[in-house]
């Protein structure tokens, strides 16, 4: 099993561009989340789905994010247009019910 | 709504020294499971343990161990005999549980441990 696969590891982009951060979740796993890591808010939870649906949303900082699930083996989160605030890592992880979470290793994003 | 706190934000010990990390948590509903993940200098969440709220047993994994008490609503994580690879972030969280899919996972904000040889 090769994990919870997130690409790219590492973006380095400009305030204003577009990025797109990606997730392919453990085969099977029906539930997918993502999370943002700073050193000011720690680990928060940005939106999840279950079964391609997203749950809750509420996490989601503003209109320039936006998130989707569109099969069982792929989801996306789009910052547009990213600004300095948005450099954090962030995190995709998957889950069975159960639950049992499983993390990729993050893609480290830096706005400058 | 729910919560976890993390009261300790770091905490230095010499190796082989034992430590405790705490974890105290707030929950609404009946049913619920605990989690503690570490995160290395490396930046990976490695997954330690699962606790579900009808199980108050404690828990030990090797130099690990783990004592959960639902009277005071904490669940708390004890190292013994530290090694300096035991340095890293320490996640205490909590995930509602749901009859027919997988709720969110809320973390605290972590306990940054560092074991000095």
């Known amino acids: 099993d090769a994990g919870v696969i997130q690409s790219p590891r590492h973006e380095v982009t400009e305030m204003g561009q577009e990025v797109t951060l990606r997730c392919k979740p453990i085969?099977?796993?029906?539930?997918l989340f993502w999370y943002r890591q700073t050193m000011m808010r720690g680990l928060e939870l940005l939106i999840y789905f279950n079964n391609n649906v997203p749950i809750d949303d509420s996490g989601m900082p503003e209109d320039r994010f936006s998130a989707k699930m569109p099969n069982a083996s792929f989801s996306t989160l789009k910052i547009q247009p990213s600004e300095p605030r948005d450099s954090a890592v962030y995190f995709c992880a998957s889950s069975p019910e159960g639950p049992g979470y499983t993390f990729g290793s993050g893609t480290r994003l830096t706005v400058v | 709504a729910q919560k976890v706190t993390q009261a300790q934000t770091e905490i230095s010990v010499v190796e082989k020294e034992d430590v405790t990390l705490d974890c105290v948590y707030e929950?609404?509903?009946?049913?619920?499971?605990l989690f503690w993940y570490k995160q290395p200098p490396s930046g990976e969440l490695v997954f330690l343990i699962r606790?579900?709220?009808?199980?108050?047993q404690n828990e030990i994994s090797g130099r690990y161990s783990w004592n959960f008490q639902k009277s005071t609503s904490s669940f708390n994580f004890t190292i013994t005999a530290s090694q300096v690879v035991d340095s890293a972030v320490y996640f205490c969280?909590?995930?509602?549980?749901?009859?027919?899919?997988?709720?969110?996972?809320?973390f605290g904000q972590g306990t940054t441990l560092q074991v000095k040889p």
């Open positions: 085969s099977g796993h029906n539930s």
């Open positions: 969280a909590l995930s509602e549980a749901r009859s027919s899919n997988t709720g969110k996972l809320i």
């Open positions: 606790r579900n709220s009808f199980d108050e």
């Open positions: 929950t609404r509903d009946t049913t619920y499971y």
